[in-house]
């Protein structure tokens, strides 16, 4: 079992639509990341959180400790927001990633 | 610029040749990553710099690659005897330290023939 589950693996929406893509993981960190890559492989660090939620633009990030849970949501999502969509979680000096969601919008 | 710079973009090698990639982190940034992520797979994590500690190499796949970080800024990562598995994407970023947001580099396209 991976250390970092993303849900779901792929993800296509109509341009509008409210988006969620979610984050679990299995081990004690000290912060989670999410990051986006587009398709010419360029890797943007959208968020870093240790706790509770935060917002940039169209996107939120929320993180519960004791679940071991995050989600990525964005709010009127765009076609320029079709990337894949990474969670890393950070544990003492290493990122450990998930497997990605690939997002798919729709115009 | 104010990015993580990588360097060359792209490299194509032959089986068996070396091959040196070659990060600037942001100035001023006293943590460095480098990752690599395979055709088809996830990031994977190979090496950690945090300013004169000892570097944390635990992710090298094999004892061909090796990374230097020389005077706590730009770093080096060295394939030697290239093999056609090595062939991926190799990702360097940094960050102030080691807790804080990382930024990462545009990555070098490494392809083995």
């Known amino acids: 079992k991976n250390e970092v589950e993303q849900s779901p693996q792929n993800l296509t929406a109509q341009e509008g639509e409210f988006i969620t893509i979610n984050c679990s993981y299995s081990?004690?960190?000290?912060?989670l990341h999410w990051l986006q890559q587009h398709p010419g492989g360029g890797i943007v660090s959208l968020f870093m959180?240790?706790?509770g939620k935060k917002k940039h633009g169209r996107l939120i990030a929320t993180i519960n400790i004791q679940e071991k849970h995050s989600s990525l949501h964005i709010t009127a999502s765009h076609p320029r927001d079709s990337a894949v969509y990474i969670c890393?979680?950070?544990?003492?000096?290493?990122?450990?990633f998930g497997s990605g969601t690939q997002l798919t919008v729709l115009p | 610029g104010a990015g993580v710079s990588q360097s060359p973009s792209n490299k194509v090698t032959e089986k068996g040749k070396d091959v040196e990639l070659r990060c600037d982190p942001i100035?001023?940034?006293?943590?460095l990553y480098w990752y690599r992520q395979s055709l088809g797979q996830g990031l994977e994590f190979l090496i950690y710099?945090?300013?004169?500690?000892?570097?944390?190499k635990s992710g090298l796949p094999s004892d061909r690659f090796s990374a230097e970080r020389t005077g706590g800024s730009v770093s080096t990562l060295t394939i030697q005897r290239t093999q056609q598995e090595d062939s991926a994407v190799y990702l360097c970023?940094?960050?102030?330290?080691?807790?804080?947001?990382?930024?990462f580099g545009q990555g070098t396209r490494l392809t083995v023939v």
């Open positions: 890393a979680v950070q544990a003492a000096r290493q990122l450990t």
């Open positions: 710099f945090q300013g004169n500690s000892a570097p944390d």
């Open positions: 100035s001023g940034h006293t943590a």
């Open positions: 970023a940094s960050s102030p330290t080691q807790n804080t947001e990382a930024f």
């Open positions: 959180l240790s706790s």
């Open positions: 081990v004690g960190i000290s912060a």
